[in-house]
């Protein structure tokens, strides 16, 4: 019984096309970054637009995230600001979609301390765009996100 279980997970384990051989370092580093940059865009997708984002999985999904970003591949040595964007996006999407624009502003300058933090570089136009669509008379708009029910 046993052997034949093995048999069975060699055959599916060879049709899906995993690597016959173990994972290099640069190969398992192109597999984070992917993760990361991934999980980072729909958490900058939910940010700049918290009315498609529907139901709490989502943000409990994005909590989880960045929880294990945090806790378990963060430098401890890195600035205060870096662990005090995690701590903010935390409170953040706690009170998501209860959010104002100032609040999405910020979250995003808090993404891209992230970025920082992991020496990559969040492509600045993203938030040009954002205050860019949402200023009318050079001043942010206060306008309130609720959660549909």
Do not use: C
Not at 75 to 97: C, G, I, M, N
Not at 99 to 110: D, F, G, R, S, T
Not at 117 to 141: C, M, Q, S, W, Y
């Amino acid at each position: 019984m046993i052997k034949e279980r093995i048999a069975q997970t060699r055959q599916v384990l060879m049709k899906t096309g995993l690597p016959k051989r173990p994972l290099g370092g640069k190969e398992l580093e192109n597999l984070f970054w992917a993760y990361f940059n991934n999980k980072m865009m729909i958490l900058l997708m939910m940010v700049e637009h918290p009315e498609i984002a529907k139901g709490s999985l989502s943000v409990e999904k994005q909590k989880a995230f960045l929880n294990d970003l945090y806790h378990h591949f963060l430098s401890e040595s890195v600035p205060t600001k870096y662990h005090h964007a995690f701590r903010w996006l935390e409170t953040f999407l706690d009170h998501y979609p209860n959010i104002n624009y100032k609040e999405i502003y910020k979250a995003i300058q808090m993404i891209g301390l992230i970025y920082q933090a992991f020496g990559k570089k969040l492509d600045p136009r993203l938030e040009a765009v954002r205050i860019e669509r949402e200023t009318e008379n050079g001043h942010i708009k206060a306008k309130k996100y609720r959660a549909a029910a």
